[in-house]
């Protein structure tokens, strides 16, 4: 059984069919790549994944448990974290802070231990502080950690927001164009960045990205989506010979 | 109860009800194009029925003259709230313009309680209005027969003028995208302005047309029936000029057969409102006739 | 973890604390009673303008509900401290509900269940209107509020009304007012600075962000909501104890505007903010009383003019959120590590 198993999900807007028929199985320890041209359907299909919609048809589980339609907090808290294509961080709060909220699930203690600082809470609130800092550090932004988030360069934004999500101790990533607004050698170093993170916290990740080069060089299986049906899957290599494909949308990205 | 009676409290229902629908026209209008409740709508009532009360009384007008001139002064009035308050928030957040809108309500009001007095009046009615028509058992003021005519009337040329005029067409297509309105060459601050100008002299007739109905006036009459139609206008689905006045006739037909019907819950009348408000964002949040919209992530 | 530079905040916080009482037990017991019920009244507006900061500021809820859970609060104190000869005197019109009649208890319990009875009733309306954003959240609240007066003008044998109640024991004083408004003001720093208070940081600051990492929008949503109501209620029932008449049409918007007013003064999102907007729109509302009042300059009358002070309120609101948005203090606090950098003269910002 796969970690993630979508079956056939379909998503409409009024009359509008935004994705239909969408399928994925995610094993453990994949790296999967999700592209298409623009409106494509892609973060739609994203946001059902993760609860933000909720599909008309179709099922999604994860690790064996049915999460279709399960509120985003619930599927987070079982273990799929993502991050969005127009940067959402906490922009008002500091960079720890920002890092902290995604702690907060695993909270234990009640609200009125965290009024008293029971030294249950505490310890808690010690222990996620170790951690998140331990995290900022592997995503080298230690020296940020008191910095309101939404001061922070473009790049470390999107990489706070890994990090954010990383701290959900997900098993499962899902990145929404990653590597959107940056330099080549930018994207050089997050597509390692993808890779080294994939083993250090045992990540699956599925990714959204339209830089081909990165989604070539990280990804492992690709789908294509376009105006919402799947038209391609396989490895980097047979998605690049693939003729619908070329038509539908590398043909014209390549030129570019 | 009988048919007659029930007859009796219908037509009344109904003349309330074409009072909330043209004041709850006046909110839809501006959510629909500037997504701002505009707390002051309910005053800018309260100032129309006070601009003929002066016109009458202390400038000794003609009441058709006073009232006219009530309607211009109160879209007047309308445009300039909307210029001083709202449009230098308009890229603000959504709450700071929100908060000034309750600002300025809270000015009005107490601004009337400055220069009005604190002390209710009595609204000068002419005799026109007071005559009684008898059908049958059902006897009906002509008031209660006037006011929904004119409602009517109003209504009408409303439609027509978002409809089929060039500035109507201006109006919908703000409301649909306030960005590419301006990118097609739409002056939106003019619109935002008509629109403003359009929805306070509705408010105005329905003002003045309020202070022949209830003839006690004060500087906070205008507070109730100003929330009641911000309510109808949600019910009927915010941005939705049917939806409007629909909502309107719902709250009216509904509040006066409810007192009539359960006499017992007379008190809990003004209350009425709020619970169909929370019902229906709870059922029905876009309202009867409003559109999905949703939310881009 | 308590490092060296947390004790003495904490030593600071003590010895500001005990300055603060040192000067209330003076104040209580040489100024004139005109003096003493302004301070009180800087404390209980302190005190409902954190608790709408909490929603309005903190959690990005923006509730207009206060002025009806301070009716709650006030209605349930009055009814646990006044007296039953009180009672029966107020309630000549309709009689007093039996249950109530003799129903009484000390000022401090009267206050923890006007407090309580208060959330449980933000708790009963938060649950289904929570559902709602900006406006239409805006709105609902205020129509709660606008209920709850209107239910309180029906219910006759709980609340006598219109009438109102009179003759409610003045049992607020310096050291409650103060004393639940340091309590309130710690309250909420120990709140925000914890992993609750940074999920409702996180609600505020992007709805849907926050749920994607895990944040329980509903439980939080009511939980900030039902606490600012608990808070509301135990201002409320301040307020009742120290002006001793109740009405329900005192518990109307006009109230919640004037609390929002100092929220917005202050900075959404400030508990320093608040309590310096609050203290001084209270003194400042204080002083414009002479306006409403006729003036006798010995050789000229000057007529007073009612509802001065509320234009003028109302042009303060209007003027802030034209010109100064951010309020007085934004989203900032004064804390103690900024007042000892600032007077030890040391401009260089150390990174800790």
Redesign the interface.
């Known amino acids: 059984m796969s970690l993630l198993e979508v079956k056939n999900i379909t998503i409409k807007?009024?009359g509008l069919t935004a994705v239909s028929d969408f399928s994925l199985s995610l094993e453990k320890g994949e790296i999967v790549g999700l592209i298409g041209p623009n409106g494509a359907g892609k973060?739609t299909a994203f946001?059902a994944i993760?609860g933000?919609y909720r599909p008309v048809s179709g099922s999604v589980h994860f690790n064996g448990t049915d999460i279709t339609g399960m509120?985003?907090?619930k599927i987070?808290?079982l273990g799929i974290?993502?991050t969005?294509q127009n940067i959402?961080?906490?922009?008002?709060?500091s960079v720890l802070?920002n890092v902290?909220?995604?702690?907060?699930?695993r909270?234990k203690?009640s609200?009125a231990a965290?009024?008293m600082?029971l030294p249950g809470?505490l310890r808690?609130?010690?222990a996620?502080r170790k951690e998140a800092l331990e995290l900022l550090e592997s995503v080298r932004l230690t020296k940020f950690a008191?910095e309101k988030a939404g001061s922070l360069p473009y790049g470390q934004q999107r990489r706070l927001e890994i990090a954010?999500?990383l701290?959900?101790h997900p098993r499962i990533l899902l990145l929404d164009e990653p590597a959107a607004g940056m330099n080549p050698k930018e994207s050089q170093e997050l597509m390692e960045f993808i890779g080294e993170i994939r083993d250090e916290f045992d990540l699956s990740i599925f990714m959204i990205e339209h830089h081909m080069q990165v989604v070539m060089g990280v990804c492992e299986r690709i789908l294509v989506l376009d105006h919402g049906v799947t038209i391609a899957e396989g490895n980097p290599a047979e998605i690049q010979g693939n003729q619908k494909v070329i038509e539908a949308y590398l043909g014209v990205e390549m030129d570019a | 109860m009988t048919f007659e009676l029930f007859l009796q409290h219908l037509i009344n229902g109904i003349s309330l009800g074409s009072l909330y629908a043209l004041i709850a026209i006046g909110y839809t209008m501006v959510y629909g194009i500037v997504r701002l409740i505009n707390f002051a709508h309910g005053d800018i009532i309260m100032l129309a029925a006070y601009f003929v009360f002066f016109g009458v009384g202390l400038f000794h007008m003609p009441w058709w003259l006073s009232a006219l001139l009530s309607i211009v002064l109160t879209a007047l009035v309308g445009m300039g709230i909307e210029k001083a308050a709202y449009k230098p928030l308009r890229d603000a957040p959504r709450i700071s313009i929100l908060i000034s809108a309750i600002g300025v309500s809270f000015f009005l009001e107490n601004f009337g309680i400055v220069v009005f007095g604190g002390r209710p009046q009595a609204f000068y009615s002419p005799k026109v209005f007071q005559g009684v028509i008898k059908l049958g058992n059902v006897s009906i003021i002509n008031l209660g027969i006037i006011i929904p005519v004119i409602t009517i009337i109003l209504l009408m040329g409303l439609v027509y003028i978002v409809n089929n005029t060039r500035t109507g067409m201006a109006m919908r297509a703000c409301s649909k995208d306030i960005d590419t309105a301006k990118l097609m060459g739409i002056d939106v601050d003019r619109i935002i302005s008509f629109t403003f100008g359009l929805g306070s002299a509705l408010a105005a007739v329905g003002g003045i047309m309020w202070g022949l109905k209830y003839p006690q006036l004060h500087p906070l009459i205008g507070i109730m029936p100003g929330l009641k139609c911000f309510i109808a206008a949600v019910v009927g689905g915010i941005g939705n000029i049917p939806g409007a006045m629909l909502g309107g006739f719902i709250l009216g037909i509904g509040e006066i057969l409810l007192v009539a019907f359960l006499p017992g819950l007379s008190g809990y009348r003004d209350a009425f409102a709020f619970i169909i408000l929370i019902l229906i964002l709870l059922f029905r949040p876009t309202g009867i006739l409003g559109e999905k919209v949703a939310e881009k992530v | 973890m308590m490092g060296l530079k947390s004790i003495n905040r904490i030593f600071l916080s003590i010895a500001a604390i005990a300055v603060v009482f040192a000067f209330l037990i003076w104040a209580q017991g040489n100024l004139d009673a005109y003096k003493v019920r302004i301070l009180n009244l800087c404390a209980i507006n302190i005190i409902l303008t954190l608790s709408l900061n909490l929603t309005n500021g903190f959690t990005g809820l923006f509730s207009l509900g206060t002025a009806g859970f301070m009716a709650v609060g006030a209605y349930v104190s009055a009814l646990l401290t006044m007296s039953p000869e009180v009672k029966a005197m107020n309630f000549f019109m309709v009689p007093i509900n039996p249950a109530l009649a003799h129903l009484n208890a000390p000022f401090i319990v009267a206050l923890i269940l006007a407090g309580l009875i208060s959330a449980l009733v933000g708790f009963l309306i938060g649950a289904p209107v929570l559902k709602l954003k900006g406006d239409y959240l805006a709105i609902a609240t205020l129509g709660f509020g606008e209920i709850i007066s209107v239910i309180f003008t029906n219910t006759q044998t709980i609340t006598n009304g219109a009438l109102g109640l009179k003759g409610i024991p003045q049992y607020t004083n310096l050291y409650w007012s103060w004393g639940t408004a340091i309590v309130v003001i710690l309250g909420l720093i120990t709140l925000l600075n914890s992993s609750y208070g940074r999920a409702f940081k996180a609600i505020r600051e992007d709805e849907i962000a926050a749920q994607a990492m895990g944040v329980n929008l509903f439980y939080h949503k009511v939980l900030s909501f039902s606490l600012s109501a608990f808070i509301a209620g135990i201002g409320g029932a301040l307020l009742a104890n120290l002006i001793s008449t109740i009405d329900p049409t005192m518990f109307r918007f006009f109230l919640t505007y004037q609390i929002l007013l100092m929220v917005v003064l202050g900075g959404m999102g400030s508990i320093t903010g608040s309590c310096i907007s609050a203290f001084i729109m209270t003194v400042i509302m204080e002083l414009l009383r002479v306006v409403e009042s006729p003036m006798n300059l010995g050789f000229i009358n000057i007529p007073g003019i009612p509802g001065m002070r509320m234009v003028v309120f109302a042009v303060i609101l209007i003027v802030v959120v034209l010109f100064m948005r951010q309020g007085i203090m934004g989203e900032k606090e004064i804390t103690w590590d900024m007042l000892l950098r600032k007077g030890a003269g040391r401009h260089e910002s150390s990174g800790s």
């Open positions: 807007f009024g973060t946001n993760t933000i509120l985003p907090d987070t808290k974290a993502r969005f959402r961080l906490f922009s008002n709060l802070e902290l909220v995604a702690h907060h699930l909270l203690s609200f965290a009024m600082r809470y808690e609130e010690n996620m008191n954010r999500a701290a959900t």
